[in-house]
């Protein structure tokens, strides 16, 4: 049986009863034998008869747990670990490979406990094996030595080892022995 969608004093009465009480408004059409298209129509149209309905709202509960993500530099058994590694005096690189994590990693966790990661004595962490040690920078003015070759003098201006006729290298007698070692030139140590 078709809905009819005329609007009578009779209904339009009806629909102001039904509005009053909390029917969803797809019941009261079925109730009035209208669409539900056109109880909204007619309720749009006569505003002051039928007010707006407003549902009421529900409050969610947004209180959610967050989960607390673990973070490796901030594990107190992780920080225990590297704090040893760096007591003994390795190298950084050493520790955060040993310890299985990356370096930036090993950076926020000396960030997040930096009482922990006392300074170190720089002296102390030289690899005897990776570093020919000298016994200083600098050879005292008068206790030098130079290396000299049958053309002229060896040099060294940045990374490379030229032989030179004015200008020549100028170190200690370890240095000296060492350059020997490194260089490709056959060379004699002259003092000053």
């Known amino acids: 049986m078709p809905k009819k ?24 059409a079925e109730r009035l034998g209208v669409t539900y298209a056109s109880l909204q129509l007619h309720a749009h149209r006569n505003r002051n008869d039928l007010p707006r309905r407003t549902k009421a709202k529900v409050k969610k509960n947004n209180n959610k747990t967050t989960r607390q993500r673990y973070k490796r530099y901030a594990d107190l058994k992780e920080i225990n ?3 040893k590694l760096w ?13 299985n994590m990356s370096e930036k990693t090993f950076a926020k966790m000396r960030e997040y406990a930096p ?11 030289i690899k005897k094996d ?3 040690i000298t016994e200083g920078k600098f050879a005292k003015v008068g206790e030098g030595y130079r ?10 201006s940045g990374k490379t080892i030229t032989r030179q006729k004015a200008y020549s290298w100028r170190g200690t007698y370890i240095q000296a022995l060492n350059m020997i070692d490194d260089c490709k030139f056959s ?6």
Request: zero cysteines.
């Open 187 to 192: 060379v004699v140590i002259i003092k000053e």
């Open 130 to 132: 990776d570093y020919i």
């Open 5 to 28: 969608r005329t609007w009578t004093a009779l209904k339009h009465t009806k629909a102001i009863d039904l509005w009053q009480t909390e029917l969803s408004t797809l019941l009261i």
């Open 81 to 83: 670990k590297a704090v």
């Open 147 to 156: 290396l000299k070759h049958m053309t002229g003098y060896l040099h060294m």
């Open 87 to 99: 007591e003994q005096q390795a190298y950084i690189k050493d520790i955060y490979k040993t310890l």
């Open 115 to 125: 009482a922990r990661f006392v300074e170190r004595d720089k002296q102390r962490r």
